[in-house]
């Protein structure tokens, strides 16, 4: 950066009558965004001169006569006669296409524009523009309108008044004020919402920088000024969700002409929010420098992983993307030379630009990594990735095991599922039935036209506290995916399914109970549309039998018992179930399995965040607050009941 400015650095390439014959390849478009792009040329100027460290503040005022003014307190732009040219400065910045700076690296470090065309298109494309210096202990003025010419086509900002000294004045800086030519642009207005959410990015991405704008139409009035700079711009968009620590890391490093900040937040989230820029602008698309930056937090935390052994020498290393789970980027780059691709052109494409945050980022994040106190975040930072790690060799494990199970489970379904002869889908029922001795009088009672069992041994897992590959690794829960066919997760297809109604068979006791609660959660978890769509339900076997001679009568409830007992008068007998097994086939089918007396009850799920409260809370590790929710709400509709059984 030299200090010293001189009329003559400037270089010319373009007349303005080009800018108002085809507004649209400086401005890109003659509609709101377009109208707005001229307030930002002038704005970018002042940011220019500001972040080189002259000046601190910008104010926008939007005036009545629907012209805007832009004020900074830099040095104020130029006024001596450039050799070659004969013009002032001023007259140069605002009637030279390409002029300034911005192309001839000298003066300032790094240029800002989309289209890096200036202040001349804005005055080109105004009605009027007035421009103020204060530099050199005096007050310039000088004023360019956009006039009718004697070849009846109109000129845009002509110099209707030279360069003039109009006072004496201690300060700095350049105030400009320009009418937006409806000629060009309709009668378009300026909006001061537009104008803040810019203003408020712009004060982010320059943390030296104090913006101001007031509308003396409203007379609403903003001030930006973020001393933290991108890091409170991580904050900002971090917030809502669940910050893993306080304060974004925040790194800063320059080589030569290329400057980098990155600041990272983590939440608790699962996707990545990433906002880049170059210049000023942001890239949408992402591009070089977002890919450096990406690369850079993959090696830093890795290696520091290693350092500690919270990775150990046999394991692998995270990936990527184990990093950007919940993460919240903001990365900003100056550079020269920029080169946009991609679909809008909001892509950085500059390989060199890759390699350089990558090494400054690599730089800044073993910097940070070395302070004080340090070590907490990286570590909160590591768990985040190896939460993400785990998940994501889950999925994979999950989607194989899925896959490869399709086939080599039926094989393990031969010899304990019974199958029913009935292709018949809509009447076809399926029986899951704890224990083998149940499984085994289920399997000679039930009418096997229609009728499958499946009997369980064992309990399967609690689906609520395993991830999904052991979910998958447990024999009880995969040989029940392949007795229903519908595979699970993402997989899953309803319309595969094998059986009309999917019927839990277990004792009414607590053992019982919990079988019923892991197979509904699991069903929950991995195959929700069973339930949603009601297929779903659950057997009630009898608890007593009361008979005498000529009287036999099954009791499905405690509250009933007195009536039948009552019902079959004196001498009776009462025979209390403690399981399933302790029917006989017949028995079985009679109480239990028969579509003409059996009591089902089927599972619905009112609410699916409260029922996903209610898994969550029955089947995960807080005891106490099981025991709390049991006993307020037990959504799962009609299994209430069941609830309370597991409640005791
Ligand atoms: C309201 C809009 O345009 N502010 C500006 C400056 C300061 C200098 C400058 C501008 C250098 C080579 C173009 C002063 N002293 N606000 C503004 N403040 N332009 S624009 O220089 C002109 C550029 O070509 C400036 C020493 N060096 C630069």
């Known amino acids: 950066m030299t200090s010293k400015y001189e009329a003559k650095d400037i270089v ?3 007349g303005l009558d080009a ?5 649209g390849m400086y401005i890109g478009t003659t509609g709101p965004k377009g109208f707005h792009h001229i307030l930002w040329e002038i704005v970018d100027n002042s940011i220019d001169e500001i972040s080189s460290g002259f000046g601190s503040t910008i104010r926008i005022t939007l005036n009545q006569d629907g012209s805007a003014t832009v004020e900074d307190d830099g040095r104020g732009i130029p006024v001596d006669i450039h050799p070659t040219m004969k013009k002032s400065g001023v007259e140069v910045v605002y009637t030279t296409l390409h002029a300034g700076g911005k192309f001839n690296t000298s003066n300032y470090k790094f240029s800002g524009g ?27 003025n000088m004023r360019f309108e956009s006039l009718e010419g004697e070849d009846g086509k109109i000129h845009g900002g002509q110099v209707v008044k030279p360069l003039t000294e109009i006072g004496k004045s201690t300060l700095t800086g350049t105030k400009v004020t320009f009418l937006p030519d409806d000629r060009i642009f309709g009668n378009q207005q300026f909006s001061f919402e537009t104008i803040i959410k810019r203003a408020r990015e712009l004060a982010f991405l320059n943390k030296n920088l104090k913006i101001e704008i007031f509308d003396k139409n409203t007379e609403n009035y903003e001030c930006f000024h973020f001393e933290g700079g991108i890091a409170d711009f991580a904050k900002y968009l971090a917030e809502g969700k669940n910050s893993l620590y306080d304060e974004p890391i925040y790194i800063e490093q320059e080589d030569n002409d290329f400057k980098m900040e990155m600041a990272l937040i983590y939440t608790d989230s699962y996707t990545e929010n990433c906002f880049s820029y170059v210049n000023n602008i942001p890239t949408t698309e992402g591009g070089t420098h977002e890919t450096g930056a990406r690369s850079a937090i993959t090696k830093v935390f890795n290696d520091y992983a290693r350092s500690i052994n919270f990775l150990k020498e046999k394991e692998l290393n995270f990936l990527g993307e184990d990093f950007r789970e919940g993460l919240t980027l903001v990365l900003s780059v100056k550079m020269n030379n920029v080169q ?13 630009a890759r ?11 073993q910097e940070f990594l070395k302070r004080k106190n340090s070590d907490k975040v990286a570590g909160i930072i590591l768990e985040k990735a190896k939460g993400a790690a785990k998940t994501r060799e889950a999925a994979k494990r999950a989607k194989e095991l899925s896959r490869a199970q399709k086939s080599a489970d039926n094989f393990n379904l031969v010899g304990k599922l019974a199958a029913s002869y009935s292709k018949d889908r809509e009447k076809a029922e399926l029986f899951i039935v704890e224990g083998d001795s149940a499984g085994g009088s289920a399997k000679q009672g039930r009418d096997r036209s229609f009728q499958a069992i499946l009997p369980l041994r064992g309990k399967p897992l609690n689906a609520e506290k395993k991830r999904i590959d052991q979910v998958l690794g447990n024999e009880e829960i995969r040989t029940i995916i392949s007795a229903l066919e519908t595979g699970i997760g993402e997989d899953f297809d309803i319309s595969s399914l094998r059986y009309n109604k999917v019927i839990i068979l277990s004792d009414a006791d607590q053992d019982g109970a919990h079988i019923r609660a892991i197979l509904l959660t699991f069903f929950y978890r991995y195959m929700r549309e069973l339930i949603t769509d009601g297929h779903v339900f659950i057997g009630l076997p009898p608890l007593y039998k009361v008979s005498k001679k000529g009287f036999e009568e099954y009791v499905y409830s405690d509250a009933d018992l007195p009536a039948v007992t009552s019902k079959a008068g004196k001498g009776y007998n009462v025979q209390r179930y403690k399981g399933l097994g ?26 699916a965040a409260e029922a996903e409260k209610m898994v969550v809370t029955l089947m995960g ?6 025991k709390d929710y049991i006993s307020k709400h037990a959504n799962f509709d009609k299994i209430d009941e069941f609830m309370e059984e597991y409640k005791s």
């Open 621 to 626: 590790d807080d005891i106490e607050a099981r």
């Open 12 to 14: 010319v390439l373009e």
């Open 355 to 365: 390699v350089k945050v990558e090494t400054l980022a690599i730089k800044g994040l």
């Open 19 to 23: 800018v108002r014959l085809r507004p």
């Open 582 to 607: 302790e029917m006989n086939p017949d028995q079985l089918f009679e109480t239990t399995m028969d579509p003409e007396k059996r009591t089902l009850l089927q599972v619905t799920i009112d609410d």
């Open 340 to 352: 946009f691709e991609g679909q809008t052109k909001t892509k950085l494409g500059n390989p060199e």
């Open 114 to 140: 989309l289209h890096g065309v200036g202040a001349s298109v804005t005055n080109a494309l105004s009605r009027w523009c007035d421009v103020t210096v204060n530099r050199n202990g005096k007050i310039y």
